[in-house]
């Protein structure tokens, strides 16, 4: 090699010791014709001095070398002189003394710094990746995302499952988000799609009697895409054959603490995991995918609201509505254009407003509780609503009267941004949480039939399965859900393995007989030939390496994303392709969105 040493790794045993070392030049300063350059590689960084007095003509290279310079440097490890070191660096006890440089290639000044880390235009940093990723940060992201991959495959592993591969060219297989699709040269008119994920494939593997299935999977989702949303991403996806509910969530219980123990010990892991049903979390938190890192929670106010005068309570109430809200500690002095920025991104969630009260002293008043909804209130109700949030002198509380759905969304949203606001979520805190008793099935409006919550291989409880035919709404899921820190991680269930089952599922779920038996007749059948009880999971390895990253997006955690637009800037992909290639495919663009 190129090297004997890799620059990250050299410390003050290694005194004396001869190297060569091979790396970019992170960093340059002369000091009166001494040359101090750090020097970087993939496992680190280094400090190299260029001496005259040690070697002229190594000093002569390194007075040419520029910032992402490749070199060659030979020298000797000595101790750093008492008082220049560096203990921010791993290396900061010694440097190198160079005898020979030798400049391997140049580079152009980047367009973007390297070494530091302060913040570029998105754009820049897809489209010049390879650059972007020798930032330290981005490189411990990337070596971090594969300690994460090598450990689980270690520990499941050990637990007899085997990784098995699945095609990328396969059929639909709902997932509720739409498919890309590839056409095919050798069928003309026909078309795979590509996996929103190995559902169906992992579940035949169980039928297949392998038993203990997983895979580092590819999915790929046609989305509209968000911070922790890309359109090709990354999943451990499991399938566990003879298990219950029990199994899965302990086995991931288990896997999560022990992977954060081993390669994040620094973070914090709140044990056990809690677990909420659908039901509570919703009440509690206004979603199902709370941040249990910080209180907050939901307050009901609706009875208290319906008994009152205030117009905004009771046409809530009146129409079926709710009257919820949160009470925040220590926000009462939030000043009218504070509070109108809080009205507004409520506002962006759907409600026609949000009612403020500020609870200014110590007694409870209307003269002492700032709010438009003070004066409509008689004292006991005023009373009632504080002993409710259990507000305290000082605190705001925030009140949404709307149609449930719209009540916890936007408490939900009001309640993350205020504990960002009071720096509640501290990101060195994984907070993982189990989510269970989903309801199976809800009701699509636009669709005008059942939908799944989760997807339509998803058993019922096994009492619930006379309510299929009567009362769909009330039948529960056999589905879990794994959320950390307000994200959602990953989702499984125990599956359907009867055929019957599964067609009536299908059925509700608005396929005619003809559409099963065309996506999914290979599935159906082999439920017949003795499926065994089965059931699995799958998370969202770009999110688990964001949240272990204690990055915002899960972009910092892919060595090549694309854009919010599913473009990736650095290949400028999608691109046009050859009207021979388009031919070849059958294919033909319609006319209005020629170049
Ligand atoms: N295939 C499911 C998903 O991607 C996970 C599962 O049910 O195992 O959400």
Redesign the pocket.
């Known amino acids: 090699m190129l090297k004997s040493h890799s620059c990250g790794e050299l410390r003050k045993e290694d005194t004396g010791q001869k190297v060569t070392l091979a790396g970019w030049v992170h960093r340059r300063r002369d000091h009166g014709g001494m040359v101090f350059i750090d020097l970087r590689d993939s496992s680190g960084i280094v400090q190299v001095v260029f001496n005259p007095q040690v070697s002229q003509e190594a000093c002569q290279v390194a007075g040419s070398l520029r910032n992402e310079y490749v070199v060659q440097v030979v020298g000797e490890i000595v101790l750093r002189p008492e008082g220049t070191e560096n203990p921010r660096l791993a290396t900061g006890e010694i440097e190198v003394v160079a005898k020979k440089g030798i400049i391997l290639n140049t580079s152009e000044t980047p367009p973007f710094y390297i070494n530091e880390d302060v913040e570029v235009e998105e754009s820049l940093c897809l489209k010049d990746r390879f650059l972007y990723l020798r930032r330290p940060r981005m490189r411990d992201n990337i070596i971090l995302r594969h300690r994460m991959v090598k450990f689980i495959r270690d520990f499941l592993d050990g637990r007899g499952f085997l990784e098995i591969e699945t095609p990328i060219l396969i059929k639909s297989?709902p997932?509720g988000a739409r498919d890309y699709l590839v056409p095919s040269r050798l069928n003309p008119g026909k078309f795979y799609a590509l996996p929103?994920?190995?559902?169906q494939l992992?579940q035949l593997l169980m039928v297949a009697g392998l038993e203990k299935y997983f895979q580092i999977a590819k999915?790929f989702r046609d989305e509209d895409l968000r911070a922790d949303r890309q359109p090709e991403f990354t999943?451990l996806?499991?399938?566990v054959s003879f298990v219950e509910e029990e199994d899965i969530l302990q086995l991931m219980e288990q896997l999560f603490t022990s992977l954060v123990e081993t390669v994040k010990p620094e973070m914090q892991l709140l044990k056990p995991f809690p677990r909420f049903s659908y039901k509570e979390a919703m009440g509690r938190y206004g979603t199902d995918k709370p941040d249990v890192r910080f209180g907050m929670e939901l307050k009901d106010i609706s009875d208290i609201a319906a008994q009152t005068d205030f117009a905004v309570f009771r046409s809530a109430v009146d129409n079926g509505g709710e009257v919820r809200g949160i009470c925040v500690p220590g926000c009462a002095h939030y000043s009218r254009h504070e509070l109108d920025g809080l009205i507004n991104l409520a506002k962006g969630c759907g409600p026609q407003g949000l009612i403020t009260m500020s609870f200014m002293g110590e007694s409870v008043a209307t003269d002492t509780v700032k709010s438009t909804a003070a004066r409509h209130l008689t004292q006991a109700q005023l009373e009632n609503i504080a002993a409710r949030f259990e507000s305290r002198t000082g605190d705001l509380v925030l009140i949404v009267a709307d149609v449930l759905e719209v009540v916890n969304k936007t408490l939900d949203e009001l309640r993350r941004e205020m504990a960002r606001r009071l720096n509640l979520a501290d990101d060195n805190i994984l907070a993982f949480a189990f989510v269970v008793d989903f309801p199976l099935f809800e009701w699509g409006e636009a669709t005008n039939h059942w939908e799944s919550m989760?997807?339509p291989?998803?058993a019922p409880r096994q009492e619930d399965i006379p309510l299929l035919d009567t009362e769909p709404a009330k039948v529960q899921a056999r589905?879990y859900d794994v959320v950390c820190n307000g994200c959602e991680l990953?989702?499984?269930?125990i599956?359907i393995h009867h055929r019957h089952l599964q067609e009536k599922v299908f059925q509700l779920l608005g396929y005619s007989k003809e559409d099963v038996e065309q996506r999914f007749g290979h599935f159906i059948r082999a439920l017949e030939y003795g499926a065994p009880p089965h059931?699995?999971?799958?998370v969202g390895l770009d999110r688990l390496a964001m949240l272990l990253a204690r990055e915002q997006t899960i972009r910092e955690v892919i060595a090549f994303p694309k854009n919010q637009n599913a473009v990736d800037l650095m290949f400028d992909t999608p691109s046009y392709v050859d009207k021979k290639q388009l031919d070849e495919l059958n294919l033909k663009l319609k006319q209005e969105i020629l170049r």
């Open positions: 297989t997932e929103q994920s190995p559902q992992k999915c999943q996806d499991l399938e989760h997807h291989f998803t589905h990953g989702s499984g269930s599956r059931g699995g999971i799958a």
